[in-house]
């Protein structure tokens, strides 16, 4: 039973390319994250949803458009790839008074 | 604003010893903190985490950690090191309390396990 899971697990892609990776959590939790993991392994906040709702919205490039269709679900759609988008994407969900569980992650490679 | 130190980006040691992998906060308010662990090409797995009463919370896979407020430290410990404990380690912090607060990440500290 997988908690948090993401899809694609490895993304492969051009440059100026379209992608969306997708988050799912079936914790029952209702506030989820994305976090970017840069090469040198170092996690760093994107956006964040409480109920739907757009909590954090870091300085990241309005290329990048997170979209909560509901409380289980945030998906991550980014525009016009570059190649400094190549990282590793994590999902993560928690409730207010518990610890935040992470997916597995996305390996984005922009080429 | 929230930061976190983890002294030594590496740290090595040998089957069996003492693993002792540091952590600073600051924080203007005691925060939530944690320690999680990412396995080579795997999400972060929590080990152990803070948010009130003992100050001495211990954690999955034989790990423990101590809140020092005086010090601003949560060091992570494990009296036996096991090669399998070979991983990248994160300390965080968090607003205590907030909905869809964020984890604030340390550098992270690369432990390796020699036999």
């Known amino acids: 039973d997988t908690a948090v899971s993401q899809t694609p697990k490895y993304l492969v892609t051009q440059m100026g390319n379209d992608k969306s990776i997708k988050c799912e959590q079936n914790?029952?939790?209702?506030?989820m994250y994305w976090y970017k993991q840069d090469s040198k392994k170092f996690l760093k906040i994107m956006f964040s949803?409480?109920?739907?709702?757009?909590?954090i919205n870091e300085t990241v490039p309005n290329r990048f458009s997170p979209k909560s269709p509901d409380k289980a679900h945030l998906n991550l759609h980014i525009n016009s790839l570059e190649l400094g988008d190549s990282a590793v994407y994590f999902c993560?969900?928690?409730?207010?008074?518990?610890?935040?569980?992470f997916g597995p992650g996305t390996r984005l490679t922009v080429t | 604003a929230q930061s976190v130190t983890q002294l030594g980006s590496h740290v090595s040691v040998s089957e069996g010893a003492l693993v002792l992998l540091r952590c600073n906060y600051s924080s203007s308010v005691p925060p939530y903190l944690f320690w999680y662990v990412q396995y080579p090409n795997q999400g972060l797995q929590l080990l152990l985490k803070?948010?009130?009463?003992?100050?001495l919370v211990k954690g999955i896979n034989g790990f423990e950690a101590e809140f020092k407020k005086s010090e601003t430290s949560f060091h992570l410990t494990k009296p036996s090191a096991h090669m399998s404990d070979a991983a990248e380690y994160f300390c965080?912090?968090?607003?205590?309390?907030?909905?869809?607060?964020?984890?604030?990440f340390g550098k992270g500290t690369t432990l390796s396990v020699s036999s």
């Open positions: 993560a969900s928690s409730t207010r008074l518990t610890e935040q569980y």
């Open positions: 914790l029952g939790h209702d506030t």
């Open positions: 949803y409480n109920n739907k709702e757009l909590i």
């Open positions: 965080a912090v968090s607003d205590r309390g907030q909905a869809g607060t964020a984890l604030i």
């Open positions: 803070y948010t009130t009463g003992a100050t």
